[in-house]
């Protein structure tokens, strides 16, 4: 069955950077986009990075464009969340999301903590 998998959170610093890993299992990954979402304490839900299914187009929320890079690899089936100058708003449940034949697939998601 469809699954993803997160990993790599973790504490950090202000200012810190953390790499987050997503695998994918039971479905061509490379024939689906990407995206991951955090949810923060008290808060809603939210989108923070998406990519396409070839990697050509990305796409992110102002709070954490030029911070955060969405990628996935050339041949393995695994996405990735890059975050730099990560700030204590950043704190959060980080998961990576999937969407095929029209139902989202979730991971359990990973915690990052942002705090001196």
């Known amino acids: 069955q469809v699954q993803v998998v997160e990993s790599g959170g973790g504490l950090v610093q202000p200012g810190g950077s953390l790499r987050l890993s997503c695998a994918g299992t039971?479905?061509?990954?490379?024939?689906?986009?990407m995206s991951w979402y955090r949810q923060g304490p008290g808060k809603e839900r939210e989108l923070v990075a998406a990519?396409?299914?070839?990697?050509?187009?990305?796409n992110y929320p102002d709070s954490v464009k030029g911070r955060f890079t969405i990628s996935r690899h050339r041949d393995k089936p695994m996405a990735y969340l890059t975050m730099n100058s990560l700030k204590p708003e950043d704190t959060a449940v980080y998961y990576c999301?999937?969407?095929?034949?029209?139902?989202?697939?979730w991971g359990q998601g990973t915690q990052v903590t942002v705090s001196s």
């Open positions: 999301k999937v969407r095929v034949l029209s139902r989202d697939f």
């Open positions: 039971g479905f061509t990954f490379s024939n689906y986009a």
């Open positions: 990519i396409t299914s070839t990697g050509i187009t990305t």
